[in-house]
């Protein structure tokens, strides 16, 4: 088998067999298939597509490059759930603990955030002394201790996406649907799960804003995880505005504490809860959603998600102090108010450009070598359909350093729109796909 006639044949329209996707990615995996012929492939993809099976081999050729987690002697359901990413969500914070104290095994693998999205795995770090990084036998331990471990990427899960993924960000090749699919769910299918739920996120702060290319996303990422023999389900969710009404890494930790208690926002609980009863429903662990839901909301209302949250972070080196006393995660310096300047109701939040303010102000990377500081970010004060009036606070920022502020505060003012009136709040959850 040679790697051009492979490119030739993906370039003219024709579908691959897996033994020759397989071929692909494990010689540039292993490095006898050199960049620029994965680029060219790469490219070929872009322009070509892939079918639903050349996808799912794909995807299963790239977990088969590294470690498949397996995770058959835990005494229960192993269920994850992956969010393709956005502004101020933190679900992960909260459901995580709710599904395992319910009684799910949760091995999460989460990533980093870049550009004007957060990062679960930047997030954990804001708490003192927090391990994403344990080894995967630190890993399982964990797990079966509290039923939840919570890390980043190690080099061994599906080294040729990390590989490909560096290729294809220089090589303007990301925004492949095949591509972006396979890429997701290699890595989590190395998880050894036996559900996954998955919220693809739609809307401006969303990796994809347009309603139709989330939905065919989802539609792919089911398709190659039942593929896979695996229970997976989506929900399309939006992200006009941001989730919650924290964007920063401390601040977000506290507002998931304030969730597990009982008192977050009512988006960031409902999506949390919902989520969460979904893992359970895919696990297998409650009979029917209905019945999930309930699981969950006990979950929260005694506590026991909060305890558990408290738990993997005293396992995981953090102290787990900071579930009762949030003023233990780092603060920023100063905090600056943002005021309204008209009175109305607000219309609007320009979701990806409050990410990026955040970012500027130290909260996120702009590139993925930049430091991240983990006590600023942004309070909204507002959200969309709320009255304001003038001279009203909008937001809270919480600044360290003020290189940016002007940048990220005129950014704020102008993701504001208050209007008379403010349009009907768009449903949370947009589309379910359970079929
Ligand atoms: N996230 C991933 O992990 N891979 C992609 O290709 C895009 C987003």
Not at 34 to 48: G, H, K
Not at 339 to 363: D, F, H, N, P, T
Not at 385 to 402: I, K, Q, Y
Request: glycine fraction near 12%; include cysteine; hydrophobic fraction near 40%.
């Amino acid at each position: 088998m040679r790697a051009v006639d492979i490119i030739q044949k993906k370039r003219d329209g024709e579908e691959l067999g897996r033994d020759e996707i397989a071929f692909f990615v494990d010689g540039y995996t292993r490095g006898s298939i050199p960049d620029y012929q994965a680029s060219a492939f790469t490219m070929a993809v872009f322009f070509e597509g892939m079918t639903p099976a050349e996808t799912v081999a794909l995807t299963e050729s790239m977990m088969r490059t590294g470690e498949v987690l397996d995770l058959s002697d835990l005494p229960g359901p192993r269920v994850d759930k992956h969010s393709t990413g956005g502004v101020g969500d933190k679900t992960s914070l909260i459901l995580a603990p709710l599904a395992a104290a319910a009684g799910a095994y949760v091995p999460m693998i989460s990533g980093r955030g870049l550009g004007h999205t957060g990062g679960t795995l930047d997030k954990l770090e804001s708490i003192p002394g927090f391990r994403v990084g344990l080894s995967l036998k630190e890993f399982r331990q964990t797990l079966r201790k509290c039923g939840l471990g919570l890390i980043g990427q190690t080099p061994e899960i599906a080294p040729a996406d990390r590989k490909l993924y560096a290729l294809r960000d220089v090589t303007a090749t990301v925004e492949s649907l095949p591509l972006i699919a396979s890429s997701i769910m290699s890595k989590k299918m190395a998880e050894g799960i036996d559900a996954l739920i998955l919220d693809v996120k739609t809307g401006d702060g969303a990796f994809m804003k347009k309603f139709e290319d989330s939905k065919a996303l989802a539609e792919a990422m089911v398709r190659i995880g039942r593929g896979m023999g695996k229970k997976v389900s989506a929900l399309i969710t939006d992200m006009e505005q941001p989730l919650g009404r924290t964007v920063g890494n401390a601040l977000e930790v506290k507002e998931s504490v304030e969730t597990l208690r009982g008192h977050g926002p009512k988006d960031l609980e409902s999506l949390s809860l919902e989520l969460a009863a979904w893992m359970l429903h895919l696990g297998g662990i409650a009979p029917g959603l209905d019945a999930a839901r309930t699981r969950v909301r006990d979950a929260l209302a005694s506590g026991a998600g909060l305890r558990k949250f408290q738990e993997v972070i005293g396992l995981q080196g953090g102290d787990p102090r900071v579930g009762d006393d949030t003023s233990r995660l780092p603060q920023a310096r100063e905090t600056i108010e943002l005021r309204s300047e008209a009175e109305g109701r607000v219309a609007g939040i320009a979701c990806r450009a409050v990410g990026r303010a955040a970012m500027l102000l130290g909260a996120g990377r702009e590139t993925v070598d930049s430091r991240i500081d983990p006590a600023v970010g942004v309070v909204l004060h507002k959200k969309v359909g709320d009255p304001v009036r003038e001279g009203e606070g909008l937001m809270t920022l919480h600044v360290n350093e003020r290189g940016r502020l002007e940048e990220a505060t005129a950014l704020l003012r102008q993701a504001v729109r208050i209007a008379r009136e403010a349009p009907p709040a768009s449903p949370l959850v947009r589309l379910v796909l359970d079929r």
